[in-house]
């Protein structure tokens, strides 16, 4: 577990040190120092701070000014400080620095019991956050896993369809190599002919195979990719399974990119197709229809995946995204989740849900790249 970090900021360097000696004497923490609030600020640029304890009174910048400088910066204006003064310990000072976001504000000469429990406050309400933070990623690490192996299971699926018609059909050439040669009809075109025909099915079942290796493929690093090139190859997967569902996808794909691992873009896809068949089939929808649309925004590429199954019953809308929710009678419940999961984490995307009687729509902003 990662420790408790602490900045101290003070233009005397014996007040640090004595500082120091305090915190120490009772925790086991991390602890950074800047004799000035420049230098203050260019650690919280370098480093994470969970706490910063910072003297008021110093040169060109004073704590008050620190304090509103690093209140003004995304990255680091969810810091606590506590103040320590000499001085500055009237009520409106005191005032004044609660109003810039301080959360504490003890007087010199420091009471050392004083500031330890109010450290403890602050250490233990840390330890328990990472606790619960690891505890959290454990958890998505075993539903993403469960998912995975559905996907996988899903995905033999396809790939035995894949692979039935082409060694039908070499079953069909080697019977048709038995009769010829019985009847003595083989001869140079007809084994010209036969080569060409069994390569191509070979290299059909090749490219299957390459490709559903290359979907599990767990070694694979974030990378930009083309949005069309990674749609056709998901569709390509499942081909035989929607004609065989007679569900028709429309693609209108632009030449936007997506950042991040295309394996794991296949996985959403996936699972978004495979909801969407799932749903054609209990609802008895005869004219079955997918469209999966996109264009660029910003830095952003946005794809929209829309159906015509029937919608998500109002009462359920709320709950689709939480682990475990299925309403399968032999479903998981971990599919919209972990798509939900790796959007947000894997792609530092967004992921948003308009469902009506017609269908459900999912619309995905995905970063373009890496920046």
Do not use: W
């Given at each position: 577990m990662n420790k408790f970090n602490i900045l101290l900021v003070d233009d005397i360097a014996e007040n640090i040190h004595s500082l120091k000696m305090i915190i120490e004497d009772s925790f086991d923490v991390d602890i950074c120092s800047a004799l000035s609030a420049q230098d203050g600020i260019k650690i919280l640029m370098e480093k994470e701070v969970d706490l910063i304890l910072s003297d008021i009174q110093m040169p060109e910048i004073d704590g008050f000014e620190f304090a509103e400088y690093i209140k003004s910066i995304d990255k680091t204006k969810d810091i606590p400080i506590i103040f320590i003064t000499g001085i500055h310990n009237k009520d409106e000072y005191k005032a004044k620095g609660y109003s810039l976001g301080a959360v504490e504000y003890i007087s010199k000469p420091i009471?050392?019991?004083?500031?330890?429990?109010?450290?403890?406050?602050?250490?233990?309400?840390?330890?328990?956050?990472?606790?619960?933070?690891?505890?959290?990623?454990?958890?998505?690490?075993?539903?993403?896993?469960?998912?995975?192996?559905?996907?996988?299971?899903?995905?033999?699926?396809?790939?035995?369809?894949?692979?039935?018609?082409?060694?039908?059909?070499?079953?069909?050439?080697?019977?048709?190599?038995?009769?010829?040669?019985?009847?003595?009809?083989?001869?140079?075109?007809?084994?010209?002919?036969?080569?060409?025909?069994?390569?191509?099915?070979?290299?059909?079942?090749?490219?299957?195979?390459?490709?559903?290796?290359?979907?599990?493929?767990?070694?694979?690093?974030?990378?930009?990719?083309?949005?069309?090139?990674?749609?056709?190859?998901?569709?390509?997967?499942?081909?035989?399974?929607?004609?065989?569902?007679?569900?028709?996808?429309?693609?209108?794909?632009?030449?936007?990119?997506?950042?991040?691992?295309?394996?794991?873009?296949?996985?959403?896809?996936?699972?978004?197709?495979?909801?969407?068949?799932?749903?054609?089939?209990?609802?008895?929808?005869?004219?079955?229809?997918?469209?999966?649309?996109?264009?660029?925004?910003?830095?952003?590429?946005?794809?929209?995946?829309?159906?015509?199954?029937?919608?998500?019953?109002?009462?359920?809308?709320?709950?689709?995204?939480?682990?475990?929710?299925?309403?399968?009678?032999?479903?998981t419940g971990t599919g919209l989740y972990m798509v939900k999961l790796v959007i947000h984490n894997s792609f530092e995307g967004k992921l948003k849900i308009q469902t009506s009687d017609n269908g459900t729509k999912f619309i995905i902003i995905f970063k373009a790249d890496k920046s």
């Amino acid at each position: 577990m990662n420790k408790f970090n602490i900045l101290l900021v003070d233009d005397i360097a014996e007040n640090i040190h004595s500082l120091k000696m305090i915190i120490e004497d009772s925790f086991d923490v991390d602890i950074c120092s800047a004799l000035s609030a420049q230098d203050g600020i260019k650690i919280l640029m370098e480093k994470e701070v969970d706490l910063i304890l910072s003297d008021i009174q110093m040169p060109e910048i004073d704590g008050f000014e620190f304090a509103e400088y690093i209140k003004s910066i995304d990255k680091t204006k969810d810091i606590p400080i506590i103040f320590i003064t000499g001085i500055h310990n009237k009520d409106e000072y005191k005032a004044k620095g609660y109003s810039l976001g301080a959360v504490e504000y003890i007087s010199k000469p420091i009471d050392d019991v004083l500031l330890t429990s109010k450290l403890k406050v602050y250490i233990d309400l840390f330890e328990s956050q990472k606790i619960a933070a690891e505890e959290l990623i454990k958890k998505d690490e075993i539903l993403i896993h469960q998912s995975k192996m559905a996907t996988m299971g899903e995905m033999i699926g396809v790939i035995s369809h894949q692979l039935k018609q082409p060694l039908n059909i070499l079953s069909l050439y080697c019977s048709d190599i038995k009769d010829s040669h019985k009847y003595n009809e083989i001869d140079d075109d007809f084994i010209e002919k036969f080569d060409k025909d069994t390569q191509e099915q070979i290299a059909f079942m090749t490219e299957t195979i390459n490709g559903f290796t290359n979907f599990f493929n767990p070694n694979k690093e974030k990378k930009q990719f083309s949005l069309k090139s990674a749609v056709d190859s998901t569709l390509h997967l499942l081909d035989k399974q929607m004609v065989n569902n007679n569900i028709t996808i429309h693609t209108t794909i632009g030449a936007e990119n997506i950042y991040g691992t295309e394996s794991e873009f296949s996985q959403i896809f996936l699972n978004l197709i495979t909801n969407s068949k799932d749903a054609f089939i209990e609802n008895s929808i005869e004219d079955r229809e997918i469209n999966i649309t996109s264009f660029t925004k910003d830095q952003y590429s946005v794809v929209i995946f829309e159906d015509n199954a029937g919608g998500i019953p109002k009462e359920n809308i709320d709950k689709i995204f939480d682990p475990y929710f299925t309403t399968k009678e032999y479903g998981t419940g971990t599919g919209l989740y972990m798509v939900k999961l790796v959007i947000h984490n894997s792609f530092e995307g967004k992921l948003k849900i308009q469902t009506s009687d017609n269908g459900t729509k999912f619309i995905i902003i995905f970063k373009a790249d890496k920046s």
